[in-house]
């Protein structure tokens, strides 16, 4: 058994490392009640008599448990990250919106699951947020008040530098007559997703505004929910170039659109 780690994954431990400095780090398979074989990072652990180094991922060491090094045989994973904002366990990249997965080589699917149809093509181009940004942005939606994307039931699947992706969860209210997801429930979806991409460049909250969106309908979306890509293009001083694409649950590509953000200064503290 040997073990590759994706550029994303690396990242995400180096985060990691940094956040729980200087507690070491270890990888283990084959650990604990849940999830046998799927990798989970550890600080301050103490290996087992039966696991052995696999492989490190940059300065931390891989472990893997007997029957995991079994059922892999000579064949090589790889462990890669995807978003989780609700994750939770005892992995340390939890904490964070993460969950390390393991992957075939060559593939973008994790080992065991069926073949899908991407509905995030794009996240990949764009690396993970810095830890505290990642962590502030994972709280967007999960507000006091009920704002209006909450109201119709957009979720935040995942921020990245310059890119998010959301979800519209389908229900029939959001239908117009047709039987046909609303292009104005589209259109909501398609503005709010481009937020944490434009707000991912700042350490600071900072007001911004839409200017302009032009928004092309390609496909419809009946009876599922409705995915969209927002990523930036282009940043000027206080403009900002998005281009986000919508698809179906299924993976149709329904929509695309370009929009336009002003980004304002920094609110000044309240001053007596």
């Given at each position: 058994m040997r073990v590759d780690f994706t550029p994303a994954a690396l990242a995400v431990v180096r985060e990691v490392a940094a956040a729980r400095a200087p507690a070491p780090l270890v990888f283990v398979f084959g650990s604990g009640c849940c999830e046998g074989t799927a990798p989970h990072l550890f600080a301050n652990h103490r290996v087992g008599p039966t696991q052995r180094e696999v492989g490190h991922a940059g300065d931390v060491p891989v472990f893997a448990d007997e029957h995991v090094r079994a059922l892999h045989g000579a064949r090589t994973v790889v462990i890669d990250v995807e978003a989780d904002p609700l994750a939770d366990g005892f992995s340390a990249e939890?904490?964070?919106?993460?969950?390390?997965?393991?992957?075939?080589?060559?593939?973008?699917?994790?080992?065991?699951?069926?073949?899908?149809?991407?509905?995030?093509?794009?996240?990949?181009?764009?690396?993970?947020?810095?830890?505290?940004?990642?962590?502030?942005?994972?709280?967007?939606?999960?507000?006091?008040?009920?704002?209006?994307?909450?109201?119709?039931?957009?979720?935040?699947?995942?921020?990245?530098?310059?890119?998010?992706?959301?979800?519209?969860?389908?229900?029939?209210?959001?239908?117009?007559?047709?039987?046909?997801v609303h292009g104005g429930a589209i259109a909501t979806l398609i503005d709010t997703v481009v937020v944490p991409a434009v707000g991912s460049a700042y350490d600071e909250p900072r007001p911004f505004f839409t200017v302009a969106m032009q928004v092309q309908y390609l496909e419809r979306i009946a009876g599922e929910d409705a995915i969209a890509e927002g990523w930036v293009e282009r940043r000027g001083r206080a403009t900002v170039f998005c281009r986000v694409e919508v698809r179906s649950a299924t993976g149709t590509l329904a929509a695309t659109a370009s929009i336009i953000y002003h980004v304002s200064q920094p609110r000044e503290p309240a001053t007596r």
């Amino acid at each position: 058994m040997r073990v590759d780690f994706t550029p994303a994954a690396l990242a995400v431990v180096r985060e990691v490392a940094a956040a729980r400095a200087p507690a070491p780090l270890v990888f283990v398979f084959g650990s604990g009640c849940c999830e046998g074989t799927a990798p989970h990072l550890f600080a301050n652990h103490r290996v087992g008599p039966t696991q052995r180094e696999v492989g490190h991922a940059g300065d931390v060491p891989v472990f893997a448990d007997e029957h995991v090094r079994a059922l892999h045989g000579a064949r090589t994973v790889v462990i890669d990250v995807e978003a989780d904002p609700l994750a939770d366990g005892f992995s340390a990249e939890t904490a964070f919106g993460w969950r390390f997965v393991v992957r075939a080589p060559g593939h973008s699917q994790p080992v065991g699951y069926p073949p899908r149809v991407s509905v995030a093509p794009n996240a990949e181009r764009f690396p993970p947020l810095p830890a505290a940004r990642a962590a502030r942005w994972l709280q967007f939606g999960k507000w006091d008040v009920t704002y209006f994307p909450s109201f119709v039931g957009i979720e935040l699947e995942e921020a990245r530098t310059d890119y998010a992706r959301m979800r519209l969860r389908w229900r029939p209210e959001l239908d117009q007559p047709a039987g046909v997801v609303h292009g104005g429930a589209i259109a909501t979806l398609i503005d709010t997703v481009v937020v944490p991409a434009v707000g991912s460049a700042y350490d600071e909250p900072r007001p911004f505004f839409t200017v302009a969106m032009q928004v092309q309908y390609l496909e419809r979306i009946a009876g599922e929910d409705a995915i969209a890509e927002g990523w930036v293009e282009r940043r000027g001083r206080a403009t900002v170039f998005c281009r986000v694409e919508v698809r179906s649950a299924t993976g149709t590509l329904a929509a695309t659109a370009s929009i336009i953000y002003h980004v304002s200064q920094p609110r000044e503290p309240a001053t007596r």
